[in-house]
């Protein structure tokens, strides 16, 4: 989505008493995000410290992705059949997370 995007998805919610959280893992989006009105910010795998501030700052939620790429998740994720590009995928990810 694009900043107007947001903004008028936000601007609807707000009308009907909705608080809009976004699916974000840097600290620009979630930065932007954040300016634009997103009361909650889920995964967040890369944000900086100034971003975490101005969420306290806004009392923005913050709902981090912990494990999901950890080695505690792979025998799960092989029992529901998940495909082996997936798998290299979760490894990779799981190194930075």
Same mark, same amino acid.
């Given at each position: 989505?694009?900043?107007?995007?947001?903004?008028?998805?936000?601007? *609807?919610? #707000?009308?009907?008493?909705?608080?809009? #959280?976004?699916?974000?893992?840097?600290?620009?989006? #979630?930065?932007?995000? %954040?300016?634009?009105?997103?009361?909650?910010?889920?995964?967040?795998?890369?944000?900086?410290?100034? @971003?975490?501030?101005?969420?306290?700052?806004?009392?923005?939620?913050? @709902?981090? #992705?912990? *494990? @999901?790429?950890?080695?505690?998740?792979?025998?799960?994720?092989?029992? *529901?059949?998940?495909?082996?590009?997936?798998?290299?995928?979760?490894?990779? %990810?799981?190194?930075?997370?």
């Amino acid at each position: 989505m694009m900043p107007d995007e947001i903004q008028a998805a936000l601007e *609807i919610a #707000t009308r009907h008493g909705v608080k809009v #959280t976004a699916h974000s893992g840097s600290s620009d989006a #979630t930065r932007e995000a %954040v300016n634009l009105g997103v009361k909650g910010i889920e995964h967040g795998y890369f944000l900086d410290r100034e @971003v975490l501030q101005l969420m306290h700052e806004k009392d923005v939620w913050f @709902v981090p #992705t912990m *494990i @999901v790429s950890q080695p505690a998740t792979f025998e799960f994720f092989r029992r *529901i059949g998940a495909p082996d590009w997936y798998m290299a995928r979760v490894k990779e %990810v799981g190194v930075d997370h």
